[in-house]
């Protein structure tokens, strides 16, 4: 797959990253990501074909733990509130999210 | 560039293992040493900017606190009274926590890291945080949104990242000890290019739990020092399983210093002749080339072996790491803590403007290529293929390391480069990463220490890659390199502007000014 990268590829991505960009940096993002992922499609000359995926270089196994949370060990709900940029009594403050 | 012998030792001139036995037998206070350390930093950092916040009174309470203990006839940890300076990415309680980021500028942390607590209850002491590329995503520390770390070596250069921060801090003797954190080469290549040792422990080795996470299945913390016996002491009291993180093995953690005792006669070392290529610099190559006539005079063998799968290392980490980290950094939002916006009109608008307007161009264009990849029609093209290659990647090390114990490369295919030299291009940047990159797709330990100079008196670094919870052994070579060098004792020439501070040191009850 050659890597062809329109504006519009980008503004999507951006859209799906939550992020938003300035007409400047949807430009040289575009040049930018192209020149990068085509560097990125040598990788399909490799043969993958009965390989398996990496995802954890070791094997995981989940680990449970009580429901409980520990506010000397991770903090307590007045340190967290303080970080918070609008907050009101215990709770963070956002904007509507249901119209 | 040796320090002068005939000058009273001072305090910043001491490794940190000196400093632990010598505050232990009281010959001089943990107060003392990290008024030093302070007043170093105070001196040296206007020039080499490594720390974002240094926590003076914060430092001095818990080496009094240290003084204390030992006064009251307590036990004291194993690290007591030593000065770590910390990488700006990992949480300690009620200290700022930027990662050198406009997200987090105001980011204050509410609990402990792992390694953070492990270090408090060992006695050590938190002397400051360091400068990075924001989110840990560089390889200069020229991405960080605070300001620009020099090299102590050479103020116009880089100091390398992402880690650039704790490597130069250590290089230039503010702090004996630093930790770093490594995704892609970020502690190794830093301490290469300022001349220190930097360890990268295997996946699984130290918790992640406190680093701010960038690529969960590449991340590691780890070491600066600049030595391996202080390497060793530092990656003993952080190693270990934790609870808080399911990554982390359930594997003892074994005396390091104890270990790099053992002799290294018959250790098989295997130069893969994929990292040795033509457009390295020659210098580096002659550095490595002689380093490695050191090490056949230790007693080990060397031969010539094949990573066939390198060339594809860089590509298989620039959709990993991005793809992961996309996830990761979505966390910054606007919501709950760091930069929000002031103006936006609805939810859509406040995520996109505080994350467009909070986050750097390097984080952003990775974000990006981490989001492109995962993305609905470019998954398998992309991130289910890199997957697919990290495990053929992987695949040439288990075969190799049935046939040798160490392998050995430069760290860094060259010195350290130009402030600006190259901030244009992303892909020339990401470059620099190409022999430490694959130590952390395959999971594997990787070390580098000080094995030369240029002509122009730029530090190069040796690397060494062990087997999967093998880091006695790359500690043990590295130990008896130094042994029969002393690169790793060369100073900064910048740190002699503070040879007038070393003349007031030295008192134990040196009184604060």
């Known amino acids: 797959m050659t890597a062809k990268i329109t504006k519009e590829d980008v503004e999507h991505v951006a859209r799906l990253a939550r992020l938003a960009l300035t007409e400047e940096e949807k430009e040289r993002y575009t040049a930018q990501l192209e020149s990068i992922l085509e560097y990125i499609g040598q990788l399909n000359q490799l043969d993958t074909k009965d390989v398996p995926p990496t995802t954890h270089v070791l094997p995981l196994r989940n680990v449970w733990r009580e429901d409980q949370t520990d506010p000397e060990r991770f903090g307590d709900r007045r340190a967290i509130l303080k970080n918070a940029p609008e907050a009101e009594g215990p709770l963070f403050k956002v904007k509507k999210v249901i119209e | ?513």
Not at chain 2, 34 to 45: E, H, K, Q
Not at chain 2, 48 to 59: K, P, S, T
Not at chain 2, 345 to 372: A, C, D, H, Q, W
């Open chain 2, 1 to 513: 560039m040796t320090d002068n012998d005939s000058k009273p030792m001072s305090f910043t001139q001491l490794t940190a293992a000196e400093i632990v036995r010598k505050i232990h037998a009281k010959e001089f206070t943990a107060e003392a040493v990290t008024m030093a350390y302070l007043d170093r930093i105070r001196l040296l950092d206007l020039q080499i900017h490594a720390f974002n916040e240094v926590f003076a009174d914060r430092a001095l309470e818990q080496a009094k606190a240290v003084d204390a203990r030992l006064a009251r006839g307590e036990t004291v940890g194993p690290l007591a009274g030593v000065p770590v300076a910390v990488k700006d990415n990992l949480l300690i309680r009620g200290e700022h926590c930027t990662c050198s980021s406009k997200i987090l500028q105001n980011f204050v942390a509410t609990y402990d890291a792992t390694v953070i607590q492990k270090l408090r209850e060992a006695g050590a002491v938190f002397i400051g945080h360091t400068n990075l590329d924001e989110f840990a995503m560089g390889s200069s520390t020229e991405n960080s949104a605070l300001q620009v770390t020099r090299n102590p070596w050479d103020l116009t250069r880089i100091p390398g990242g992402s880690s650039g921060g704790s490597a130069a801090a250590v290089a230039a003797r503010m702090a004996p000890l630093a930790l770093g954190s490594d995704t892609g080469g970020s502690i190794r290549q830093p301490a290469a290019l300022c001349s220190v040792l930097g360890f990268k422990p295997t996946y699984g080795r130290v918790s992640r739990f406190g680093l701010i996470a960038f690529a969960s299945s590449l991340d590691q913390i780890g070491p600066f020092a600049t030595n391996a016996e202080d390497g060793a002491l530092l990656l003993r009291v952080i190693a270990g399983h934790d609870e808080q993180d399911s990554t982390v093995v359930h594997r003892p953690v074994p005396d390091y210093n104890v270990s790099i005792q053992k002799d290294v006669k018959g250790l098989r070392v295997g130069l893969p002749k994929e990292y040795f290529i033509d457009g390295m610099d020659k210098e580096v190559d002659a550095a490595v080339r002689q380093a490695v006539k050191e090490l056949e005079g230790l007693g080990v063998t060397v031969k010539e072996i094949s990573l066939p799968h390198t060339e594809a290392c860089l590509a298989v980490y620039y959709i990993l790491a991005p793809s992961e980290a996309s996830a990761n950094l979505s966390r910054f939002d606007g919501v709950r803590y760091g930069y929000r916006t002031p103006s936006s009109n609805n939810l859509l608008e406040l995520y996109e403007k505080s994350r467009g307007e909070g986050f750097g161009p390097e984080v952003k264009r990775r974000i990006m290529l981490g989001t492109y990849a995962l993305s609905a029609g470019y998954y398998d093209a992309y991130y289910a293929k890199a997957q697919k290659v990290r495990t053929l990647i992987k695949q040439d090390f288990d075969k190799v390391f049935e046939q040798v114990d160490v392998i050995v490369t430069p760290t860094s295919p060259t010195p350290a480069f130009k402030i600006g030299e190259k901030t244009a291009d992303p892909l020339q940047m990401y470059l620099s990463d190409i022999f430490t990159i694959s130590c952390n797709l395959a999971g594997l330990p990787g070390l580098s220490i000080p094995c030369g100079f240029t002509q122009a008196k730029l530090p190069v670094g040796l690397q060494f890659l062990g087997r999967p919870f093998e880091e006695e052994i790359l500690l043990r070579l590295a130990h008896h390199f130094e042994r029969v060098t002393d690169w790793h004792k060369r100073v900064p020439p910048v740190s002699t502007v503070a040879g007038q501070i070393h003349q007031e040191e030295g008192s134990a009850t040196a009184p604060r000014a």
